[in-house]
């Protein structure tokens, strides 16, 4: 017969040999509680893509640049404005511009319509598009004379004092009259091409 005390280590050695098998069974349906009651991994957000709508309007706006000196070389200003984030241009209704070049000479423009980007530089001009650059006088040297750009479509690059269009244009220096179907205006080089079908007017000056 068993003793007492020889019963009660066979059942403690049965006890720490199997002791190691519940714990890892404890540890299993802990980590099992665990994944069940943790919430699901969030899902990447679903990038939409940029549509062509306005992302805010302005009424009767201005916008200005500058040059290194703090001169302003050129301000758009209009009755309305859409901004569109997925080109980054405004377009602007009843646009109008003032431009001065380098050395401090005025043009003026006007549209129905006009498309810039966001610091200004380059300009669109859509619908009764006129560009006018004033007269100069400099000394000691033949004045330059006005001259004025009509045509449905004007494209301006402001920094570069460019003007070029790929539909008909219509062109009045002083007296005389052209009209082209493209053009491309260099005002810093004084470099004016006209191609397609061009026609000219010549005014002979007045006789002294």
């Keep these: ?88 241009w405004l377009e602007i209704d009843g646009i109008r511009i003032r431009s001065f070049d380098e050395k401090g000479n005025l043009s ?10 966001e610091d200004g530089s380059e300009v669109q001009l859509m619908g009764n598009a006129q560009v006018v650059r004033e007269a100069v006088a400099v000394q000691n040297e033949k004045p330059t004379p006005k001259m004025q750009f009509r045509g449905e479509f004007l494209h301006a690059f402001m920094t570069a004092e460019r003007l070029t269009s790929h539909k008909p244009v219509e062109l009045q220096r002083g007296n005389d009259r052209f009209s082209a179907d493209r053009m491309d205006f260099d005002n810093v080089d004084q470099v004016l091409q006209l ?8 005014v002979p000056a007045p006789q002294k």
């Design 108 to 117: 003026v423009a006007s549209a129905d319509r006009g498309l810039t980007n």
């Design 1 to 88: 017969m068993t003793s007492p005390g020889a019963l009660i280590r066979e059942v403690w050695d049965r006890f720490l040999l199997y002791l190691p098998l519940a714990f890892m069974g404890l540890l299993a349906l802990g980590s099992y509680w665990m994944v069940r009651s943790a919430p699901p991994p969030a899902q990447p957000a679903v990038q939409r893509p940029v549509q062509h709508e306005p992302d805010y309007f302005m009424q009767g706006f201005s916008i200005k640049t500058f040059d290194s000196a703090g001169r302003v070389r050129s301000e758009v200003m209009g009755d309305r404005v859409r901004h569109y984030p997925d080109t980054r």
């Design 195 to 202: 191609t397609g079908r061009v026609r000219g007017t010549l």
